[in-house]
């Protein structure tokens, strides 16, 4: 479980150009959980995102992760970032090893694992991605496709054996394929090995179609909390913030304005089409 | 930590100094690092200190922002001051050892560290108060005449402009690298120097595979937009010596006959 109080941080203290990134943000995440994360761009989203494994420490409020409180200074930043593994923004620019089985290495080894230990962790987790191991280890990483580096740049941090998961924006720039395989897979992920999953998109119907959870942070603060049906049925006020909807939720509203009778809380195309081929049958 | 070097970091403003012809600022930073090496005792730093510190005070830039600057290359000041100290040959003020202290060594250091400071701020001053494009185009007029022997000046400021505007970028490319990394466990704090070394690895081949792939991309959209160095260009803000750059050139230039008198009759 993970317990987020009053996270405050702000960026460039003191100087002209200070800015307050997060606001008093408090949230709480049940385990097994997978939570969205949405907001305009320059929200705070990633700012909250580097704090929940330590990279960032908040100018006040704390993170307690199954009763560890990660913001404390006493905390090891090892154990913090074994317990909670981070893929950033276009994972693949972080590549650097001269083998795919090497880089996928790099996070293991630095947790001071036996060899054997990470070997088996390292054919276990691009197996995990869906790459075939034996085919890829020794290659150059700098030779695979778009798709599949990040493939292999999400191993590496899976070979961590994270507790917890967190994904920003974990197919920004790629094609509607690997979309979409990217967030099979990560799905996946979610039901075999990990306990909490937070991802961060701009696609509402990714968000609307995977998560338990959404959290919408605007201008630093958290603005929404709750599943995505209660979260998406505050149509005006995600607009205000610059927010979309899902295309189902939003279809649905629209011919709910025509006068048509239909529930608000449409998330998935499927839904969508259930609901209207209903109320049509009337 | 990496965002702190100011130096080459434009700080917003509107103040007397920053409206100044780049053209003035870049060749008054220059003359003004001649002098501070043409002075050659305390009274002189003194005429440089008040210039300086009129210049602080009228670009409103706050010192905390200066001070950053400086921090740096604090090591470079006291090596300086260390060598200075020890290696000169004079009358003997303490001794310990092999290592002794002389008098002239001491002024010596002191002199050289005051020298220091003022041109570090000094440089400073001038990329704080101009935009990295204001500097460039500056450079660029200021190189022209030498076009007739041949040297490429618009080239040569485009290449500045280009190596300015990536500083930021790179610095944030960096930045980035080293959360990821750190995220998956990396540790850059701990162990001795060649560890550290080896630690860098991570960083380093991820930033110059980004170098690259940026310095492409730029290419290509400069290449898009038919970009040609060799045809005449204009320029959507001009520079213009006006009033105001007349009166800090004769300020500038009484400094100048300052320095240049304190040493002559002095």
């Known amino acids: 479980m993970i317990e987020v109080k009053n996270l405050t941080h702000i960026y460039n203290e003191g100087l002209p150009h200070e800015s307050v990134a997060l606001d008093d943000v408090s949230f709480r995440i049940e385990d097994r959980s997978f939570v969205g994360v949405i907001g305009h761009t320059g929200s705070g989203k990633s700012t909250l995102l580097q704090h929940l494994n330590g990279l960032l420490k908040p100018e006040s409020g704390t993170i307690v992760i199954d009763g560890v409180d990660i913001t404390d200074s006493h905390t090891k930043m090892l154990d913090i970032r074994r317990r909670v593994g981070l893929v950033f923004q276009y994972p693949e620019y972080q590549l650097f090893e001269e083998t795919v089985a090497k880089d996928v290495a790099f996070g293991p080894t630095n947790l001071g694992l036996e060899q054997e230990e990470i070997d088996a962790r390292v054919r276990e987790s691009i197996g995990l991605v869906g790459l075939d191991y034996d085919c890829l280890k020794d290659k150059s990483p700098f030779e695979l496709s778009g798709g599949q580096k990040r493939r292999v740049a999400i191993a590496g941090v899976l070979a961590m054996k994270p507790d917890i998961l967190v994904l920003d924006e974990p197919t920004a720039g790629l094609n509607p394929k690997a979309h979409f395989d990217i967030l099979d897979m990560v799905s996946d992920i979610h039901e075999r090995e990990n306990n909490i999953t937070i991802f961060v998109s701009h696609n509402m119907n990714d968000i609307a179609r995977m998560s338990d959870q959404v959290l919408v942070i605007d201008k630093g603060r958290l603005a929404m909390d709750g599943t995505p049906s209660e979260v998406f049925r505050r149509e005006e006020e995600l607009k205000a913030m610059g927010l979309a909807l899902p295309d189902a939720t939003e279809i649905v509203s629209r011919l709910r304005k025509r006068g048509m009778e239909l529930p608000a809380d449409c998330l998935t195309i499927g839904q969508a089409a259930d609901a209207i081929a209903a109320a049509l049958g009337k | ?266």
Request: charged letters at 20%; a positive charge.
């Open chain 2, 1 to 266: 930590m990496i965002r702190d070097i100011t130096l080459g970091q434009f700080y917003p403003g509107n103040s007397v100094i920053h409206r100044l012809d780049p053209r003035v600022k870049i060749l008054a930073t220059l003359l003004y690092i001649v002098a501070l090496f043409v002075v050659k005792d305390f009274t002189g730093f003194i005429a440089a200190f008040v210039l300086l510190e009129a210049v602080i005070v009228l670009s409103k830039v706050p010192r905390k922002y200066i001070w950053r600057g400086l921090r740096p290359v604090l090591i470079i000041i006291f090596f300086t001051i260390a060598v200075n100290m020890f290696m000169i040959k004079g009358d003997i003020i303490w001794q310990l050892g092999f290592l002794h202290v002389t008098r002239q060594g001491l002024r010596t250091a002191e002199f050289m560290a005051v020298r220091l400071i003022l041109l570090i701020i000094g440089s400073t001053m001038l990329t704080l108060t101009t935009r990295p494009i204001g500097l460039t185009d500056g450079i660029e007029a200021l190189l022209s005449p030498f076009k007739k022997i041949g040297l490429p000046a618009h080239e040569l400021a485009m290449m500045m402009t280009i190596a300015l505007r990536f500083i930021p970028t790179l610095l944030e490319e960096t930045d980035k690298i080293i959360k990821a990394q750190q995220a998956r466990g990396a540790d850059f704090e701990s162990g001795n120097i060649l560890r550290r070394a080896k630690a860098l690895i991570p960083i380093l081949v991820p930033l110059f595979i980004s170098a690259f792939r940026i310095a492409q991309d730029l290419a290509m959209a400069m290449e898009a937009r038919c970009y040609g160095g060799v045809v005449k260009r204009t320029r959507m803000n001009a520079m213009k010596f006006a009033g105001r750059d007349l009166i800090a050139s004769i300020i500038f230039c009484v400094f100048l006959a300052v320095v240049v008198l304190q040493r002559v009759l002095l």
